[in-house]
């Protein structure tokens, strides 16, 4: 198991996406907490039914105490933090529409999980990563920002802040041996896009290269290598996982 002894917080974690991720990295041996604004118990149930170690934590990401005190609580639990995977996002609950349309309200409800989220749990964690002189965070960005998706502005300008958020504490945690990647996913039938129907499931397929839905699983083993000892000296980058719709 290439993460055993491993200590990890996976945010957003309570279904869809984030629940994939969590079960790859307790899979991989890792004790994983379970992070999200919605009750993610059922996850960490399933994961210490199938003899993984599990916390669950709900946290709303945007709100500074409540970061920290979910960096402190699994410290205390587990001992120490190893990884962070910044999956936390609005996303499934944004009407598309043309950026005239877009209130400030939407702008800022979407920023405030899915940029400043991510800041304040890099921020919670960091030091406790510091301290030990390692630590990997995988922060969630999105395809649409290497496609610049239309009537989306409030979602892709928010994935194209993680981007650069991930090359800036790429250089910021180097020289404290912390390793700061991101990934990349395109459309994946998770709940939310179940949601938004066939339609954009078909526009999807037509795009990509790989004529085949993207499913969570097909994210996990990215997220994995982005965990592990394998991707050591890789920092500052960004994986496509997408089934061929865009390069970079």
Partial sequence: MRLKDKVAIVTGAAQGIGAAYARGLAKE?????????LDPTAVAKEIVGNDGRALPLVVDVSDEKQTRDMAQKVAET???????????????TIVRKPFEEITVEEWD?????????????????APYMKARK??????????????????????VS????????????????????????AIAPGQTMSEANLKRGEETDAR?????????????????????????????????????????????
């Fill in 29 to 37: 041996g890792a004790a994983v907490a379970i992070v999200d604004i």
């Fill in 78 to 92: 587990f001992g120490h933090i190893d990884i962070l995977v910044n999956n936390a996002a609005v996303y499934g």
């Fill in 109 to 125: 409800k979407i920023m405030a999980v899915n940029v400043r989220g991510i800041f304040l749990c890099v921020k919670a964690v």
């Fill in 134 to 155: 390692r630590g990997k965070i995988v922060n969630v960005t999105s395809s649409t920002f290497f496609k610049g998706n239309e009537n989306f502005l409030h979602y």
């Fill in 158 to 181: 928010s994935k194209g802040a993680v981007v650069a958020m991930t090359r800036s504490l790429a250089r910021e945690l180097g020289d404290y041996n912390i390793n700061v990647n």
């Fill in 204 to 248: 999807s397929l037509r795009l990509r290269l790989l004529k085949r839905r993207l499913l969570p699983e097909d994210l996990v083993g990215t997220v994995i290598y982005l965990s592990s000892s394998d991707s050591d000296m890789m920092t500052g980058q960004v994986l496509l996982v997408d089934g061929g719709t865009a390069f970079h």
